[in-house]
């Protein structure tokens, strides 16, 4: 699959979020290249004149059909995806957000297959993009920092 994002002339900046719901994150299973098949966090790329805050807001959105409350970063990823020729075909940088839930079910989006809350634990038994359980763990950090009432079960 070729699109604009394909051997970026620089890396793409992009937004997700560890979404906390009685105690368990959102994990979605994403439905397509370049992470086919592995459990992640609801994002995508920063649009112009956006702030992170509202790239995440809108993300979720579009992803999933939830409303959401970004409370604090919780981290960042790097994803960097080469070709058989060892050239560049996809870099990212993510921000990941600590964020709480604040409405609706999910409703899948063409880009993904699966999404699921589950208890932090969960995610050993699963396969997922690098770093996901720290990002995790982190976001739940920040929001027990900020005085959250869901501690994860």
Known sequence: MSDARSYPERPYLAASAAIVRDGKILVVRRARPPAHGLFTLPGGVVEVGETLAQAVVREVSEETGLTIEPVA??????TVVHDAQARVERHFVILCFAARWRGGEPVLNEELSEARWID???LANLSTTPGLAEIVAAAFDRLAEVGDTQPAS
């Open 73 to 78: 970063l919780a981290g960042f990823r790097e």
């Open 120 to 122: 932090p634990a969960e």
